[in-house]
């Protein structure tokens, strides 16, 4: 493929990407960053609630971004001057596209329009999430989108190393370097390879300690895209992740006082569900208790999330996605059973009143988190744990 004819602002691009933090959503919700990766100009429709779908008039090589309730998210790519949408169905407009994505509680997301196999008539909207966790201490972490949709490997260098080897199309991966100050040369290798001597797109970004620099490969086959992205700095967002994670030493303690807690979880949940009979509206909880409860529970996993050390966090989020996604749908509902599809519901009940056995990946994270507890923590918590919900 012919290197990428580059504007002269790319040569400055780093000093004008704002490093700012990632979008604070309220519980219950995720942040979706869209582009415009395209040479056209596009309405994109994204679900806000249950068939209610917010309009973006986005620019080709331009961006917005928006709060969502967390939830499935269907979308439409239509036309510009559409005057409404029933799904999947443009309204004054031609529709050029359709489908759905997952924004998950807390998430923050990245969608870029592209051309679909380099159509330019059948634009698609391609989605990743972006870690928004705590980096290692003395580390940034460098996130790639790869969705040029043209079956092309991306590789992204950092200060002359690889850092993302050949990124395949339509995915997303990320990995961590050392940080630099005030910035970073930073080096996109279009069908990948591990050269870093002259990238197609050389951007000097800022890199320091406790950031996530994001970049996005929009369509590869739609004139100019490239460029124009990264011109107008769309394809780059910079945020901070919060406060850089401490050592793993430092934070035992912190972690031991809070993970006791976790053992509410189970008697809570109980509390709610043990008497539940679906499709018996008398048997459920009303709103405030099932709110009372999720309160509880999120204050406990809260608790966990600000202190749990780097070495076991993986194993901590992981054990815990299933409960997390329970508080998104209890949620969405505003915590009313009646309103949650039944058999959703009976899945719930059926997890806690007769819980299958657990998979081996389950019992793995048991048996890791376990071994770390009693290595770290025995003789380490107080008789009364700190976090008790």
Same mark, same amino acid.
């Given at each position: 493929?012919?290197?990428i004819a580059?504007?002269?602002m790319?040569?400055?691009?780093?000093?004008?990407v704002?490093?700012?933090?990632?979008?604070t959503?309220?519980?219950?919700?995720?942040?979706?960053?869209?582009?415009n990766?395209?040479? =056209?100009?596009?309405?994109?429709?994204?679900?806000?609630?249950?068939?209610?779908?917010?309009?973006?008039?986005?620019d080709?090589g331009n961006n917005?971004?928006?709060?969502?309730?967390?939830?499935?998210?269907?979308?439409?790519?239509?036309?510009?001057?559409?005057?409404?949408?029933?799904?999947?169905?443009?309204?004054?407009?031609?529709?050029?596209?359709?489908? =759905?994505?997952?924004?998950?509680?807390?998430a923050?997301?990245?969608?870029?329009?592209?051309?679909?196999?380099?159509?330019?008539t059948?634009?698609?909207?391609?989605v990743?999430?972006n870690?928004?966790h705590?980096?290692?201490?003395d580390?940034?972490?460098?996130?790639l989108?790869?969705?040029?949709?043209?079956?092309q490997?991306? #590789?992204?260098?950092?200060?002359?190393?690889?850092v993302?080897?050949d990124?395949?199309?339509?995915?997303?991966?990320?990995? /961590?370097?050392?940080?630099?100050?005030?910035?970073?040369?930073?080096?996109?290798?279009?069908g990948g390879?591990?050269?870093?001597s002259?990238?197609?797109?050389?951007l000097?970004?800022?890199?320091?300690?406790?950031t996530?620099?994001?970049?996005?490969?929009p #369509?590869?086959? =739609?004139?100019?895209?490239?460029?124009?992205?990264?011109?107008?700095?769309s394809?780059?967002?910079?945020? !901070?992740?919060?406060?850089?994670?401490? #050592? #793993?030493?430092?934070? !035992?303690?912190?972690?031991?006082?809070?993970?006791?807690?976790?053992?509410?979880?189970?008697?809570?949940?109980?509390?709610?569900?043990l008497?539940?009979?679906?499709?018996?509206?008398?048997t459920?909880?009303?709103?405030?208790?099932? /709110?009372?409860?999720?309160?509880?529970?999120?204050?406990?996993l809260?608790?966990?999330?600000?202190v749990?050390?780097?070495?076991?966090?993986?194993?901590?989020?992981?054990?815990?996605?299933?409960l997390r996604?329970?508080?998104?749908?209890? /949620?969405? !509902?505003?915590?009313?059973?009646?309103?949650?599809?039944?058999?959703d519901?009976q899945?719930?009940?059926?997890?806690?009143? /007769?819980?299958s056995?657990?998979?081996p990946?389950?019992?793995?994270?048991?048996?890791?988190?376990?071994?770390?507890?009693?290595?770290n923590?025995i003789?380490?918590?107080?008789a009364?744990?700190?976090?008790?919900?």
């Open positions: 493929m012919r290197k580059l504007i002269a790319l040569a400055i691009v780093g000093a004008m704002p490093l700012t933090t990632a979008s959503a309220a519980p219950g919700t995720g942040t979706v960053y869209m582009i990766g395209t040479d =056209a100009d596009y309405d994109l429709w994204i679900e806000e609630d249950d068939n209610v779908f917010l309009k973006f008039e986005i080709d917005d971004e928006h709060i969502f309730p967390a939830g499935n998210k269907r979308w439409v790519i239509c036309e510009n001057d559409s005057d409404s949408i029933t799904f999947p169905t443009c309204v004054g407009s031609t529709t050029r596209g359709s489908g =759905a994505f997952a924004l998950n509680n807390g923050h997301v990245t969608a870029v329009i592209t051309f679909n196999g380099g159509n330019p059948a634009p698609i909207l391609l990743g999430e870690d928004t705590p980096t290692s201490p580390e940034a972490r460098i996130t989108h790869n969705f040029n949709a043209v079956g490997p991306v #590789s992204v260098c950092v200060d002359g190393k690889v993302l080897q990124v395949a199309d339509r995915t997303t991966a990320d990995d /961590e370097a050392d940080a630099a100050e005030p910035t970073a040369d930073v080096g996109v290798l279009i390879g591990t050269d870093c002259t990238p197609d797109l050389p000097p970004l800022p890199f320091p300690e406790g996530n620099v994001v970049l996005s490969i #369509s590869l086959s =739609a004139t100019d895209a490239l460029a124009d992205c990264y011109g107008n700095r394809c780059i967002q910079i945020f !901070v992740t919060g406060t850089t994670a401490e #050592s #793993s030493d430092q934070l !035992v303690p912190e972690f031991c006082a809070a993970i006791p807690g976790a053992q509410e979880i189970g008697t809570l949940l109980d509390s709610l569900f008497k539940v009979v679906v499709g018996d509206p008398d459920y909880p009303d709103p405030d208790e099932v /709110e009372d409860v999720w309160k509880q529970i999120d204050k406990i809260d608790a966990g999330d600000e749990v050390p780097a070495d076991i966090a993986d194993a901590w989020y992981e054990t815990t996605d299933e996604q329970l508080l998104t749908g209890l /949620e969405l !509902v505003n915590f009313d059973l009646n309103d949650l599809p039944q058999s519901l899945s719930i009940v059926d997890g806690i009143q /007769e819980p056995g657990p998979t990946e389950d019992e793995a994270r048991t048996v890791l988190l376990t071994d770390w507890f009693t290595t923590c003789g380490a918590v107080e009364e744990p700190t976090f008790t919900g």
